[in-house]
């Protein structure tokens, strides 16, 4: 069994899985997301764009998400009240990128709560924990 296949069988534990775009620990099976028209509002600066056909489209530098987006069906899905929408994350999010987390079966979760509690967070270059106290000698 490869790493990829123990990963998805819960049996190694990445060292920061707030890092990973995809959990299969538990049975939930969770996604990170992106919000590409939040790219366009945001200015980003990794949003390319090229005309082909007669149509604008637009993608991502960084490859955060494949897709390759019509600029016009973007604009008419924005226009209605539920936009456009999310495309699922290939790579971590860009601080500056609008991303969540999707979970495809979340009547699934078990007992206990998430098995991967970390994946929830956002990634950062710092530690995920912080030192409130000290503990010193008498």
Not at 11 to 23: I, M
Not at 75 to 92: K, M, S
Not at 105 to 117: S, T
């Amino acid at each position: 069994m490869d790493e990829s296949e123990q990963r998805a069988h819960g049996l190694t534990f990445p060292l920061r899985p707030q890092d990973e775009v995809e959990c299969r620990r538990c049975r939930v099976h969770c996604d990170k997301i992106v919000y590409p028209s939040a790219c366009l509002e945001r200015s980003c600066p990794f949003v390319y764009a090229y005309e082909e056909h007669g149509h604008t489209f637009m993608g991502c530098m960084q490859k955060v998400f494949a897709a390759e987006i019509d600029l016009d069906m973007v604009a008419a899905a924005e226009a209605r009240r539920e936009g456009f929408g999310a495309v699922r994350a290939l790579r971590a999010p860009l601080p500056m990128c609008r991303s969540a987390i999707e979970p495809c079966f979340a009547q699934r979760l078990p007992e206990l709560g998430c098995a991967n509690p970390e994946f929830n967070e956002l990634p950062a270059e710092s530690p995920t924990f912080h030192v409130f106290a000290r503990v010193a000698d008498a």
